[in-house]
């Protein structure tokens, strides 16, 4: 990692390591909004005719990165990537990348405690089938996300994410397997449109009843250690890198390089797999790091 910050503030690394999570205002103009939003209109509107949705129904689907050059273009957005790699470091790759959108509900599917078991939404922190290892039931920082919120979500119950403040620290789970939130550490993330979360996943959370006059539309994108395999894809096409750089081939799993010779040369340690001891110009996100923090 670059010996010192590249952009994050003391009190944004405290609030990532004490609460868990983050904001940032305005991480996105409001014309990079509007572009987002008419691209997740598109999309929505042809999903919903293929699967058929009602129009209360939520909505989300997986690897965006691979559906549409903007959603791609966010995986190293300026403001945001240095913020990435101040908590991550910069030996990362996506693990995954979702459109979510959340159309007003019905009353009558509204009608459970917030992240109930048998809510449409219950609580829960992110992670594989079987979980990450624990210790002593807390889970070692695995992975982050950014999420992008493209429409206002400033008002109570219209969909926004809730997070348990500090729960990435503790044991999540009582002895019945129910996870443990305190309500005074619910925190409701009302934000305005173009505002990012910066937020650890390990965060138990769940999602308000969306009873706005608005869907709720938000982008997440997941990054992990590249010696981890990501969710969302093994790799990706050819024709989704075919015009990336070098750090965004980084992130969408490839070597920097774009080399297909994914076991290294080294004959002491060979077969050896470059996610496991990359060299240098397999990840530019180090030079660029270093670079900048210099």
């Not at 609460?19 to 305005?26: A, N």
């Not at 190293?76 to 995954?96: A, C, E, M, S, Y």
């Not at 969306?210 to 990501?230: E, V």
Request: aromatic share 10%; charged share 25%.
């Amino acid at each position: 990692m670059p010996g010192k910050p590249l952009q994050i503030t003391p009190e944004q690394q405290r609030q990532f390591d004490e609460d868990g999570f983050f904001l940032v205002e305005d991480a996105l103009t409001p014309a990079e909004v509007e572009e987002l939003i008419e691209v997740v209109d598109e999309l929505y509107a042809k999903y919903r005719k293929e699967r058929n949705l009602e129009p209360h129904e939520a909505f989300q689907i997986r690897n965006i990165v691979a559906i549409h050059p903007r959603f791609r273009a966010l995986i190293d957005h300026p403001k945001i990537l240095p913020l990435v790699v101040d908590v991550l470091g910069f030996n990362i790759q996506i693990r995954t990348s979702h459109m979510d959108v959340r159309p007003p509900m019905r009353q009558e599917d509204a009608q459970k405690d917030l992240g109930a078991r048998d809510s449409f939404f219950p609580w829960h922190s992110d992670g594989p089938n079987f979980g990450w290892p624990s210790v002593n039931g807390v889970i070692p920082y695995m992975e982050m996300k950014i999420g992008y919120y493209l429409t206002d979500l400033t008002q109570h119950n219209s969909g926004a994410i809730c997070v348990v403040r500090g729960s990435h620290r503790r044991s999540q789970k009582d002895a019945a397997g129910n996870y443990i939130v305190d309500p005074a550490d619910i925190v409701e993330v009302n934000v305005r449109p173009g505002t990012a979360l910066v937020w650890r996943t390990a965060l138990i959370h769940a999602v308000t009843p969306n009873l706005a006059g608005h869907p709720r539309k938000c982008l997440y994108y997941g990054y992990n250690h590249r010696w981890i395999r990501p969710s969302d894809y093994d790799h990706q096409d050819a024709s989704v890198l075919a015009d990336c750089t070098p750090i965004q081939l980084q992130l969408l799993g490839e070597l920097g390089t774009g080399s297909t010779l994914y076991s290294g040369e080294d004959p002491l340690v060979h077969p050896v797999s470059r996610y496991w001891r990359p060299r240098d110009e397999d990840i530019p996100l180090k030079a660029w790091a270093e670079e900048r923090a210099a």
